[in-house]
């Protein structure tokens, strides 16, 4: 039987995917195999001995501590592309509101309750506040070109808009979706200089915090209008409030809200709906727990943010799961401890990610526990189990 936590809300078109008769999910599970997670912050979790493999069903990952879960053979599994749909579509609502006045112009309207048949003539005569321009025609720079950000930049181009983008780690695959009329930013810079909206949507990381600085605002075109649909973290919030003061900036659209942003005019602050539509959170459980499913089951690894990618046919009787640190003889030492142990090898796969490394050995019979401690005891291995 495996023990899933859940530490959100995740939606019952995927968790109904785990069959009841080998799985218990619950919130309250003491020594979870896994956890699946949204947005809860797992940084003051405690990790659990048991605790084989995270699923994030989401894109983000800085809400869990990836580096520490490594270190303790935790696999760390997101969404990719999931959620994507739900943000985009938010972003393009984002667009409307930033440039419309939208938000201001609802809000007036309701203060005309009650003034009867004035309505329509106060209405007529109150609406030049909340002119704004049109989204055809201006140039929207897109900073993050993956799976939301190529939604976002081929979407504005039907709305006829001029579209710069910026990623310079952007896969292969990704450039294959963009549209070729997106033009290519040579840095940020030309970005910040040239764009009449900017949208971010790259992820929260020590190279990303506060990469929209007091600096790069000003470089930034009169009037320009700031779209923050990643993290909060990327932006500083006071350096935005002191450019909308000055008039600089035109608006921040932000999905994380911070006190000191609530009720200034210029910005729009919406309570994270980025991915909350019935889709997104279809599709982000139902890949989160296929991921934890087929790892824990066959140790097959897909979508982890830290380690390898490694998938293999089941053969043999019993399957040996090794995360073992990124270093010389390490294969010798464990196919050692396999053969000493009179199993033969079906089949094997190594894969390694920067520090770590992950190595599957299908073997003819099961594997006895003192092999697993023995595997367990060799310098460099993580963690080991036997499926
Ligand atoms: N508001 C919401 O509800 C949601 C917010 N997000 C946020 O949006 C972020 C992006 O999500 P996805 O597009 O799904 O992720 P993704 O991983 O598909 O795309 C991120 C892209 O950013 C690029 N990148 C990384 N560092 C960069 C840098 N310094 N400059 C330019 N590009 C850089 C990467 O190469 C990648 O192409 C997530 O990390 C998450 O923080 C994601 C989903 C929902
Ligand atoms: O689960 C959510 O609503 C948050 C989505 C998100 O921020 C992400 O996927 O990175």
Request: net charge negative; charged share 20%.
């Amino acid at each position: 039987m495996f023990h899933i936590k859940t530490l959100n809300p995740i939606s019952e078109v995927g968790t109904g995917r785990l069959p009841a008769d080998r799985y218990t999910v619950a919130a309250d599970v003491p020594a979870p195999d896994a956890v699946l997670v949204r947005s809860a912050d797992m940084h003051t979790y405690d990790l659990e001995d048991s605790l084989l493999a995270i699923g994030r069903a989401g894109a983000g990952v800085n809400n869990i501590p990836v580096d520490i879960c490594s270190q303790h053979g935790i696999v760390v599994f997101n969404t990719p592309g999931a959620n994507a749909g739900g943000v985009k579509e938010m972003v393009l609502c984002g667009l409307l509101l930033s440039s419309r006045k939208v938000p201001a112009a609802l809000q007036w309207v309701q203060t005309l309750k009650g003034r009867g048949d004035e309505v329509g003539k106060l209405v007529e005569k109150g609406k030049k506040q909340f002119v704004g321009p049109e989204l055809a025609g201006k140039r929207l720079g897109v900073i993050g070109l993956g799976a939301i950000g190529i939604r976002v930049a081929n979407t504005a181009r039907h709305l006829g808009m001029e579209v710069m983008g910026y990623d310079p780690y952007m896969s292969v695959d990704a450039a294959w979706k963009m549209s070729r009329a997106i033009i290519h930013a040579k840095d940020l810079a030309e970005i910040y200089t040239t764009c009449d909206y900017i949208t971010l949507h790259v992820p929260y990381t020590k190279d990303t915090a506060a990469m929209i600085d007091a600096q790069v605002i000003a470089s930034m075109k009169p009037g320009a209008r700031i779209l923050n649909f990643a993290r909060g973290e990327l932006v500083d919030s006071q350096a935005v409030l002191s450019a909308l003061d000055s008039g600089h900036l035109g608006c921040y659209v932000t999905d994380f809200p911070q006190d000191c942003l609530l009720g200034h005019p210029g910005v729009v602050a919406i309570p994270h709906l980025g991915a909350s539509t019935p889709e997104s959170e279809d599709n982000c459980a139902v890949m989160a727990v296929e991921e934890l499913r087929d790892y824990l089951e066959n140790g097959n690894i897909k979508n982890s943010v830290n380690l390898p990618a490694a998938t293999m046919v089941r053969s043999g009787t019993a399957r040996l799961c090794v995360i073992h640190q990124n270093i010389p003889a390490m294969i010798s030492s464990i196919a050692a401890a396999v053969s000493d142990a009179g199993l033969n090898v079906e089949n094997l796969l190594n894969k390694s990610r920067g520090e770590y490394a992950y190595t599957m050995i299908d073997v003819n019979a099961a594997v006895p526990q003192p092999v697993l401690q023995q595997i367990a005891a060799i310098d460099g291995v993580v963690r080991v189990r036997a499926i």
